[in-house]
């Protein structure tokens, strides 16, 4: 009576997991195939002893009272994973059990990069050029031989995936770094990042799942709903976020981008969300092409709700700070000094968003002045920005607290966050 328990950050990518080991046990010879006494989308149980296959979000709530072998996928993606790490080798500690897990890097955070460097493998050198596969089979070899932690480790390479094709790569790869830690096996450094990975991760609640309604969603009582959009006009991206704001916690509800499109395309399914969503207000970039795309936005969405904002490298600035105090709740990042917001942010586990966030950087311009960026690599970063302009609302753009009347718990007061200062 075999049991394996196949884990991955949503339930979704859990079941993907589990159709894989379907699909191996139908190509069996019919002769050899076993028959199954049940089927459903996250079990299957073996007829002739009862034997499991399971598939869980990996949660350590999910797995606690679990017992058999368990598969880890993507464990560097997984927030909170020394806690489900925890969880999980305490259920398996009976002899037999066997606990085995796969993930690319994910910056260096996390059970999943410790795990490599305390077996001694150098996590900063980058493997993505296949000219250096000699060099990496040797020291492969010898993490083999000198490991002496508890894990056995393995490595692969893209180049050592007979499907994989470099310029195939290259063409599809979101951001340089997603390129170099998908495919080149390297922990990046996280000290150059406005926002680390493992800040990222600490905010993501994997049960809070994005989707579209179908027909106008309905707010629930003293939800204030928020959206972003950084336009664009052809030869890049356009992207659209929205986030509800209630109790001082700020939810990512949905994110959506669209790519080479002109803005009379995309310009009517903006007003369609916004209604479908029954948006409170809708933060606009109208800098540079922002401006003839706002002009056809105040056609289709009324104008209490569109706000627009001209960006410059000062309100760029004001912004990245903002979202860093999102993300390090009750944290100033501008004076080191504690209480200043006390707004978080939770999101879905959403890894472009991530991805776009993670690669935000602190550069100077020519004149010597410090500028915020996403475009690395000529990468796009409108995702950044959309959500920089929905979480705009609580700036005081003069450094000083938010402007926001406190409302009592008298309900007959009506929206509890009470009436914001407009700029």
């Known amino acids: 009576n075999y049991v394996k328990l196949f884990t991955s950050v949503t339930q979704p990518q859990a079941n993907e997991l589990l159709r894989i080991g379907l699909n191996v046990i139908n190509l069996m010879d019919e002769k050899f195939r076993p028959k199954l006494r049940a089927r459903a989308r996250n079990i299957i149980e073996f007829e002739h002893n009862g034997s499991r296959l399971m598939a869980l979000p990996t949660s350590a709530p999910a797995v606690r009272s679990f017992n058999g072998d368990v598969f880890l996928d993507e464990l560097a993606h997984v927030p909170n994973d020394t806690e489900l790490l925890e969880a999980i080798l305490s259920v398996t500690v009976r002899e037999g059990y066997r606990v085995s897990m796969g993930s690319t890097p994910y910056g260096q955070r996390g059970e999943f990069h410790e795990i490599f460097k305390r077996a001694g493998w150098d996590t900063t050198r980058e493997w993505h ?35 994989l094709h470099w310029a195939r790569i290259k063409e599809r790869a979101k951001t340089k770094d997603a ?68 109790n ?28 479908l969503w029954g948006l409170d207000k809708l933060h606009v970039d109208e800098t540079g092409m922002g401006i003839p795309i706002m002009s056809t936005l105040k056609t289709l969405i009324p104008m209490p709700i569109l706000n627009p904002i001209s960006f410059n490298n000062t309100i760029k600035g004001i912004m990245v700070y903002n979202m860093m105090a999102r993300y390090e709740a009750g944290y100033d990042p501008l004076t080191n000094k504690g209480n200043w917001h006390e707004f978080e942010i939770i999101t879905d586990h959403d890894v472009e968003y991530m991805d776009q966030l993670h690669q935000l950087r602190k550069e100077k311009n020519k004149q010597g002045k410090d500028i915020y960026t996403g475009k690395i690599e000529g990468k ?32 007959s007061r009506g929206n509890q966050y009470g009436n914001k200062r407009q700029y």
């Open 129 to 163: 050029d296949k000219r250096l596969a000699k060099e990496f089979f040797r020291s492969y070899a010898k993490l083999q031989v000198e490991n002496e932690t508890n894990w056995s480790t393995h490595l692969m390479t893209w180049w050592m995936c007979p499907d």
């Open 179 to 246: 390129m170099r830690q998908e495919y080149g096996l390297v922990f990046l450094d996280e000290t150059t990042a406005v926002l680390p990975y493992q800040v990222l991760l600490d905010h993501v609640d994997p049960e809070l799942e994005q989707f579209l309604p179908i027909k106008p969603y309905a707010k629930p009582a003293g939800v204030r709903r928020i959206g972003g959009l950084d336009p664009a006009e052809r030869g890049n991206q356009t992207a659209f976020v929205v986030f509800d704001f209630i």
């Open 248 to 275: 001082n916690v700020y939810y990512k509800k949905y994110r959506r981008t669209w790519v080479n499109t002109p803005h009379t395309i995309y310009s009517p399914e903006v007003a369609r969300l916004t209604a």
């Open 380 to 411: 796009n970063d409108d995702i950044i920005w959309a959500t920089a302009l929905a979480l705009s609302e609580s700036i005081d753009f003069q450094y000083t607290q938010p402007e926001y009347e406190r409302v009592t718990s008298d309900t």
